[in-house]
């Protein structure tokens, strides 16, 4: 008579290397990167709206989002002794009701030191205030889009 072992150990490799292929597959599901799309209309500024040329629309849009970040940016009160003049790039991404997606702002590179926080949380504060803008689409489907910003201090 053979022992329960003899009958066990191969149905435990057989479920074992199963497990393995499905973890596998999965982990490799999880890393693919979203699909990019040509986007034949990019996001636009309310106020470039009745432009005819896309290139100029784009020119106008990044006018008034450059104006917008002078206009509401401020230098930390906190940091004022520390004097620093410099940027802060910012990735943040317009989702499809032409809204900043604010939980997806993040700081590309900014301020370093003691005071880097004050200066990093105001250019995220600043572009998730961002008007809303017309969405980017192809035909009538609106689509994300990623997009990175300087925001100055001087």
Same mark, same amino acid.
């Given at each position: 008579?053979?022992?329960?072992?003899?009958?066990?150990?191969?149905?435990?490799?057989?479920?074992?290397?199963?497990?393995?292929?499905?973890?596998?597959?999965?982990?490799?599901?999880?890393?693919?990167?979203?699909?990019?799309?040509?986007?034949?209309?990019?996001?636009?500024?309310? @106020?470039?709206?009745?432009?005819?040329?896309?290139?100029?629309?784009? =020119?106008?849009?990044?006018? =008034?989002?450059?104006?917008?970040? #002078?206009?509401?940016?401020?230098?930390?009160?906190?940091?004022?002794?520390? =004097?620093?003049? @410099?940027?802060?790039?910012?990735?943040?991404?317009?989702?499809?009701? @032409?809204?900043?997606? #604010?939980?997806?702002?993040?700081?590309?590179? @900014?301020?370093?030191?003691?005071?880097?926080?004050?200066?990093?949380?105001?250019?995220?504060?600043?572009?998730?205030?961002?008007?809303?803008?017309?969405?980017?689409?192809?035909?009538?489907?609106?689509? #994300?889009?990623?997009?990175?910003?300087?925001?100055?201090?001087?």
């Amino acid at each position: 008579m053979k022992s329960i072992s003899v009958y066990f150990l191969p149905i435990m490799r057989i479920f074992t290397l199963l497990f393995f292929c499905f973890f596998i597959s999965t982990v490799q599901a999880q890393d693919e990167p979203e699909q990019l799309i040509f986007i034949e209309n990019m996001p636009v500024h309310k @106020g470039c709206a009745k432009i005819k040329s896309k290139l100029e629309k784009q =020119k106008c849009t990044e006018e =008034k989002v450059t104006e917008f970040i #002078k206009k509401n940016t401020v230098y930390p009160k906190k940091a004022n002794a520390a =004097k620093l003049y @410099g940027y802060v790039e910012v990735k943040y991404i317009i989702g499809e009701d @032409g809204l900043v997606i #604010k939980n997806e702002t993040e700081v590309l590179a @900014g301020f370093s030191g003691k005071d880097a926080e004050l200066y990093n949380n105001e250019a995220i504060r600043v572009i998730n205030r961002l008007p809303a803008l017309i969405p980017a689409s192809n035909d009538d489907t609106f689509y #994300k889009v990623m997009y990175t910003q300087r925001v100055h201090f001087d």
